[in-house]
């Protein structure tokens, strides 16, 4: 039998490491060419890797959540000699010791930057112990005069009845007694609240690790200017309830965002600086003819970004139901990788908890994020009456190496233009 090792292939985007999501295969087990070995999560998606052969599983690189390097070898088979693509003496052991090599090396890196808090939860534990300990120490209660219910109440509630004044005959503790003592006890006289010194360890890993990951870099590197107006959307959210009282039988339902993503197209042929990417490597800035818009969801595995594309091309119904359907496909977790690449913009909303204003954080390399905050009825002053309206603020966040805070402001300001005016936008 001859050997084949696999080597962890280009994922593209610049992608140089990735990390095991899932393993669906293991050492020992055979397998069929296109079974499905290995899930690796890159900063857009789980994807799904296949085996190149069929053979027998003598080595993968590692675990569920280990990071592993593309271009080293992520398992090695045993397979028919017409399959093997390396030599006949190759070692198994060498990529194994070397593995270890890293994984000591990264353990002891690891291991450094958590000193300060191993030590500190270490004497939190004592502590913790030792708190323990004095509260389950035995209370000696046997010379107290007082029913056996009342001493099972006293145990249940750690009361010690040395310290509860009895009036019954010779000094007997009643249950009025002890009912008494209870309500200074909870009173705060006595503190009956305990400190917690109980720490618990969540491992940042999977697509938490991903999303911490891009949101540091591109805080760290793009200086951000985030820019709020506020927005009557009575008049659109009028439209909006009309148009989906006569929808025909298949159009989607719509809500406030369709409206929103095709006055964004509008308003981006007016200020197209704001439908680009930059590469601050090369050092250039790449303005697109296509609006693709990037719609973060909230997922069980965290957020992702869906790209509904090219909706210069689509009507508002089009646009709706683009929009739902690869939102719930990020939320089931059956949304092609495909599906999560390309956006020029990104609209990102909470919906009803979308709060006042928010400073949302750019999906770099894009240079432009409109913020959805939740709709509200407020008192408005409209020609020198006071009227209850429908706000909403736009809180849109811009990279101002790009974009000037003038541009940032005139391109909200004609959204605001158009949804306040709704019938702009289908003209």
Not at 187 to 212: F, H, L, W, Y
């Amino acid at each position: 039998m001859g050997k084949y090792e696999f080597i962890l292939p280009d994922l593209g985007e610049g992608i140089v490491t990735t990390e095991i999501a899932e393993l669906h295969a293991n050492i020992g087990d055979i397998i069929e060419e296109d079974d499905n070995l290995i899930s690796v999560i890159t900063d857009k998606a789980v994807i799904e890797v296949p085996s190149p052969v069929s053979g027998k599983i003598i080595y993968i690189a590692g675990k569920k959540g280990d990071i592993v390097t593309v271009g080293t070898p992520l398992a090695v088979f045993e397979v028919d000699d017409s399959l093997a693509n390396v030599e006949s003496n190759y070692d198994i052991a060498n990529i194994k010791n070397n593995s270890q090599k890293i994984k000591e090396e990264a353990r002891e890196v690891k291991e450094e930057k958590i000193e300060v808090i191993t030590t500190a939860t270490e004497e939190i534990k004592e502590t913790s112990k030792e708190q323990v300990n004095d509260n389950l120490k035995i209370i000696d209660s046997s010379d107290v005069l007082t029913s056996p219910y009342i001493r099972r109440l006293a145990v249940e509630k750690n009361i010690d009845l040395n310290k509860v004044k009895g009036t019954g005959p010779e000094g007997r503790i009643t249950e009025e007694d002890f009912n008494h003592y209870l309500e200074i006890y909870a009173s705060g006289t006595i503190c009956t609240k305990q400190k917690r010194n109980d720490v618990k360890e969540i491992p940042v890993i999977g697509m938490r690790r991903i999303i911490a990951d891009k949101m540091q870099q591109s805080k760290r590197n793009i200086p951000h200017i985030t820019y709020v107006e506020e927005v009557d959307v009575t008049e659109v959210e009028k439209l909006r309830q009309n148009m989906n009282s006569v929808r025909d039988e298949g159009q989607p339902k719509l809500t406030i965002l369709p409206f929103l993503m095709i006055a964004m197209v509008k308003s981006l042929a007016k200020y197209p600086k704001c439908n680009a990417i930059f590469d601050d490597k090369a050092e250039v800035i790449k303005q697109y003819g296509a609006v693709n818009i990037g719609i973060a969801a909230q997922t069980d595995k965290g957020l992702s970004v869906p790209v509904v594309k090219h909706v210069e091309a689509m009507d508002i119904w089009q646009a709706a139901a683009n929009m739902q359907k690869l939102s719930k496909e990020a939320k089931d977790g059956t949304i092609k990788r495909d599906d999560l690449l390309g956006s020029t913009i990104t609209i990102t909303s909470l919906g009803k908890l979308g709060g006042l204003i928010s400073t949302p954080i750019i999906n770099a390399p894009e240079v432009a994020i409109v913020g959805v905050n939740k709709i509200v009825e407020r008192p408005v002053v409209i020609e020198g009456n006071i009227v209850v309206r429908k706000m909403m603020n736009l809180s849109s966040s811009f990279d101002h190496r790009i974009i000037d805070g003038y541009d940032a402001a005139e391109f909200v300001n004609y959204i605001k233009l158009l949804l306040e005016n709704p019938a702009m936008i289908f003209v």
